[in-house]
Nanobody, 121 residues
């Protein structure tokens, strides 16, 4: 089985920083793209940032210049450094990864359980 476990959420004041991490574990043959999504109360889940297997990032316009996505392929970890946080960044943040399990040749989307980020004074 494959699972993604996130950590690093919490409460932070506007202008502050947080770092989220997500570790993939289990019977993993390969991991392709990894990503972070978020969902605020009453809103649809939205894509925040993605990173390819060779480290190329892409960001939603709302977080460009403030968030940085990175990954450690040796440890199967993807991270999201969030700086200059705003109240509108408040949401549950979810890790996502396209993973090929051992014994298979197809990739499947896996999701973490979500971690709450609250930006408030």
């Amino acid at each position: 089985q494959v699972q993604l476990v996130e950590s690093g959420g919490g409460l932070v004041q506007p202008g502050g920083s947080l770092r989220l991490s997500c570790a993939a574990s289990g019977s993993i043959r390969a991991i392709n793209a990894m990503a972070w999504y978020r969902q605020a109360p009453g809103k649809d889940r939205e894509l925040v940032a993605t990173i390819t297997s060779d480290g190329r990032p892409n960001y939603a316009d709302s977080v460009k210049g403030r968030f940085t996505i990175s990954r450690d392929n040796a440890k199967n970890i993807v991270s999201l450094q969030m700086n200059s946080l705003k109240p509108e960044d408040t949401a549950v943040y979810y890790c996502n990864a396209a993973i090929i399990p051992y014994g298979d040749y197809r990739r499947y989307p896996y999701w973490g359980q979500g971690t709450q980020v609250t930006v408030s004074s």
